[in-house]
Nanobody, 124 residues
Framework: VQLVESGGGLVRAGGSLRLSCAVS???????LGWFRQAPGKEREFVAA????????YYADSVKGRFTISRDNAKNTGYLQMNSLKPDDTAVYYC???????????????????WGQGTQVTVSS
């Protein structure tokens, strides 16, 4: 499974960005997740989606502002980010796994496949 992210950039506080994660190779995945890592901080869970059902899960810090989705026909996942804050500044990574179970979807060590990351910078 290969993952390629796109869509990062520089935006002012209150603005929006949409990240994309194209999935190729063995395209069946059970969960697609988004994580982020700010300088000097650990990688943290942002959101996840169960690929077959579309069920979604969010970190409390982004609930109500971010929306995760997927397009089965395009084998692509998305993270729509609205009302961005300077604290959202980080490198964002998409991750996927073919066997992960729900209890572990917030744990980055449980994902086998990762994209290269895309920088999101929110200015105040």
């Amino acid at each position: 499974v290969q993952l390629v992210e796109s869509g990062g950039g520089l935006v002012r506080a209150g603005g929006s960005l949409r990240l994309s994660c194209a999935v190729s190779g063995r395209t069946f995945v059970r969960y697609l997740g988004w994580f982020r890592q700010a300088p000097g901080k650990e990688r943290e869970f942002v959101a996840a989606i169960r690929w077959d059902s579309g069920h979604t899960y969010y970190a409390d810090s982004v609930k109500g502002r971010f929306t995760i989705s997927r397009d089965n026909a395009k084998n692509t996942g998305y993270l729509q980010m609205n009302s961005l804050k300077p604290d959202d500044t980080a490198v964002y990574y998409c991750a996927a796994d073919r066997t992960i179970i729900y209890s572990y979807i917030q744990n980055p060590t449980q994902y086998d496949y990762w994209g290269q990351g895309t920088q999101v910078t929110v200015s105040s």
